[in-house]
Structures are given as structure tokens and as C-alpha cells.
């Protein structure tokens, strides 16, 4: 399993054939074993998620142990699949979006990258900056609600 730990917001520019520079300070933070290949996908919130080609491997290899006899199952792994595109950093570190995806999360020219345990999430800048100033009213009880009992992993999920 992956210990790909990613932390950091970058704001980008899309070029105008729709390519992207990976910050060196992020691209310095993926692992040798991904290479320079990603998976992009569409994510949650109308984002799109950049995944390292490790990271998507781990991820879409747990998957691969679903039941895909149970509807709910196979409909996760078709959304979660759905626009899923195979990328590779070119030898100036662009990266080229897919127009069907860039059009799925509203992105034009102004991105930010938000980078968080082993994925990138790729926002429109406007709706980012929309979400993250909406945050939580009271983010202690939330927190306290996701992380404070050890027994759960969130939400209420027991794992005992």
C-alpha cells in the first residue's frame, strides 16, 4: 500500500491547448514508482481528481474485490470509472486535460490544484474558492464528530 502523503494548493493557468505545468514543488512530491503518469477522473463537488498511476492502481485494485453481482457495486464502479483518462507529464511537465472532463468540473483557464493524502484535486478557481469559504459553522464539532472517537473512521462507521 501507498504512502503517498500529498499537502499543498497550487493555482494554476490552463494553456490554450488546454494543458497544465505541474508546480515543481508538487511534482517533487510524487512518488519515483508513479512515474510521471497520472489517472484524472471526475471527483466530488464537481472537482476532477488527479491520481498518481501508483495511488490509481491501489485504488481501482480494492475495487476489484467488489461484488460486481450487487447493483450498488457495479454503479460505483461505473461512476467512479466514468471519464477516467490515462495522463503523462511531457518533457516540459504539462500535463493535458481532457475537454470532456475540464467541461464536467466548469474549468476554463484558472485552476487550483488542492493536494491532500494520495490524490490532486483539480478545481475551477472560482468554485474552490466558493467551497472553502463555506466552511464548516462549527468546525471543532465536526472535527470532534469524524476524529474523535478512535473506534470509528468516520461519521459513525464502527470498524469494531
Same mark, same amino acid.
Given at each position: ?15 490554450? @491547448?488546454? #494543458? ?6 508538487? @511534482? @517533487? ?52 470509472? $466514468? ?15 481532457? @475537454? ?18 494520495? #490524490? ?28 474523535? $472517537? ?11
Amino acid at each position: 500500500m501507498s504512502t503517498t502523503n500529498l499537502i499543498g494548493e497550487f493555482e494554476c493557468r490552463l494553456d490554450d @491547448k488546454s #494543458r497544465i505545468i505541474l508546480p515543481s514543488a508538487l @511534482k @517533487k512530491q510524487i512518488s519515483q514508482e508513479a512515474g510521471d503518469r497520472f489517472v484524472i477522473n471526475r471527483g466530488f463537488e464537481g472537482c476532477l481528481v488527479l491520481w498518481p498511476q501508483n495511488v490509481w492502481d491501489e485504488t481501482t485494485g480494492r475495487m476489484n474485490s467488489l461484488n460486481l453481482f450487487v447493483r450498488d457495486n457495479r454503479q460505483f464502479v461505473r461512476a467512479f470509472n $466514468n471519464g477516467a483518462t490515462p495522463l503523462a507529464l511531457d518533457s516540459q511537465n504539462r500535463l493535458l486535460l481532457p @475537454k470532456q472532463l475540464l467541461d464536467y468540473a466548469s474549468i476554463d483557464r484558472e485552476i487550483v490544484l488542492f493536494a491532500y493524502s494520495d #490524490r490532486i484535486e483539480v478545481w475551477n478557481k472560482k468554485t474552490y474558492l466558493e467551497l472553502v469559504s463555506n466552511e464548516p459553522s462549527d468546525f471543532a464539532q465536526l472535527a470532534e464528530k469524524v476524529m474523535g $472517537n478512535p473506534k470509528t473512521t468516520g461519521a459513525g462507521d464502527d470498524v469494531s
